[in-house]
């Protein structure tokens, strides 16, 4: 699937700025649109069993740890106990909250709530603007419908890190199409510092910069593969000279059971659920389709000769998702930054009719709205 529009290396001039952002206001608006019916959902839901929204969505599982980091910093050793080293979580989350509250009214909750629905409308500006830069606006849009209508697509406004990861994963994957290769590289390295699964953007850019850099010579791509996976390792580094073991940050992974298998644990999970179990939950069999459906939508990608950066990011991105032991529940939620993996559905559905993309997309819809409020208010694990 050849796509319809070239990368180009020419920085985009003032008026090209502002048609970028106003060929991206009907996927903002779509965005918007599909997120409030699913808090509207959430809301109603909460109401009819005496929860809270904001509560759920600003002080839950994971959110609890990036504001007690916000509020009191990391730890200062390994130490044995099995879930409880704040050094697992990345800092750049829990440090922008940290300086946005100390400038602005309100609780550090509800300053990561908006920090976390601001950057998810950064990344869907930033998914379109790939999936307009490879196949035009409408595949563009119906893509960011489709980020938007995952299934766990709710913790996107939730206080996590998944929306900051995905704004900067997206625009690193654009600078990177474009070869514009410092920018590419910054901001890889400031996923690096947002999550684990940074170094699946790290390893994308400086692999396609490196090559460009062997092919030209040129500084810029140089940097850039430099700039990379310097976020990553910086953090990694940090950690190890903060325990006080060159392998730090990977022992502390493993007090919370994380580490890398090969793929033998999900392998194991999904034997067990989908062919021994008489009743799965609902929630880990919609995970398991999430896990199976990523890596066969990898080989369609790959069919299509989608960019190296996207191939290589998304690659990376599933072996290290799908290649780690330890908790299975939340590997729908680590994959949510995985937008490439939804390219040939987002051009099948643009190219479609549109009786036909009108069914599918809101059929989606509304399925994320309903699984969003069932998972935060049914099941009992985190997201």
């Given at each position: 699937m050849p796509p319809t529009a070239t990368p180009t290396t020419a920085a985009p001039a003032p008026t090209a700025r502002v048609r970028i952002r106003v060929r991206a206001a009907p996927a903002l608006l779509a965005y918007l649109g599909v997120r409030l019916l699913g808090l509207l959902v959430l809301a109603r839901w909460a109401r009819l069993r005496g929860h809270g929204v904001w509560p759920t969505l600003a002080g839950s599982w994971d959110s609890r740890w990036y504001l007690r980091i916000a509020d009191h910093g990391y730890a200062t050793a390994l130490g044995t106990a099995m879930d409880s080293n704040s050094l697992a979580f990345f800092p750049l989350y829990p440090g922008l909250v940290k300086a946005v509250a100390a400038v602005t009214p309100g609780s550090r909750a509800s300053v990561a709530l908006v920090l976390a629905a601001g950057f998810s409308l950064v990344a869907a500006w930033g998914i379109f603007a790939v999936?307009?830069?490879?196949?035009?606006?409408?595949?563009?849009v119906v893509l960011v419908v489709l980020w938007a209508a995952l299934p766990v697509a709710v913790v996107q406004w939730m206080a996590y890190t998944e929306s900051l990861f995905t704004a900067l994963t997206a625009w690193?994957?654009?600078?990177?199409?474009?070869?514009?290769?410092?920018?590419?590289?910054?901001?890889?390295?400031?996923?690096g510092l947002t999550r684990p699964t940074g170094i699946a953007v790290g390893v994308a850019v400086a692999v396609v910069a490196g090559v460009?850099?062997?092919?030209?010579?040129?500084?810029?791509?140089?940097?850039?593969?430099?700039?990379?996976?310097?976020?990553?390792?910086?953090?990694?580094?940090?950690?190890?000279?903060?325990?006080?073991?060159?392998?730090?940050?990977?022992?502390?992974?493993?007090?919370?059971r994380n580490q890398w298998d090969g793929g033998a644990d999900t392998v194991r999970e999904l034997?067990?659920?989908?062919?021994?179990?008489?009743?799965?939950?609902?929630?880990?069999?919609?995970?398991s389709g999430v896990l199976l459906a990523s890596a066969a939508?990898?080989?369609?990608?790959?069919?299509?000769?989608?960019?190296?950066?996207?191939?290589?990011?998304?690659?990376?991105?599933l072996v290290v998702v799908l290649g780690s032991g330890g908790v299975y529940f939340p590997r729908a939620r680590f994959l949510l930054p995985g937008f490439p993996l939804l390219l040939p559905v987002a051009v099948a559905v643009a190219r479609t009719r549109r009786p036909v993309a009108w069914v599918v997309v809101s059929s989606a819809v509304v399925a994320s709205a309903w699984f969003g409020a069932y998972m935060l208010l049914v099941w009992r694990g985190p997201p």
């Open positions: 999936g307009d830069l490879l196949h035009g606006p409408r595949t563009g690193a994957l654009y600078w990177a199409l474009r070869e514009r290769w410092v920018a590419a590289g910054a901001c890889a390295a400031l996923a460009a850099w062997w092919r030209t010579r040129e500084r810029d791509a140089w940097i850039g593969a430099l700039l990379a996976p310097a976020g990553w390792l910086a953090f990694v580094a940090w950690v190890g000279w903060r325990v006080g073991r060159w392998d730090g940050y990977f022992a502390v992974q493993r007090l919370w034997r067990h659920l989908l062919a021994y179990q008489t009743r799965p939950q609902l929630f880990l069999v919609v995970v939508l990898y080989l369609v990608c790959a069919a299509d000769r989608q960019p190296r950066v996207l191939l290589v990011f998304t690659g990376v991105l």
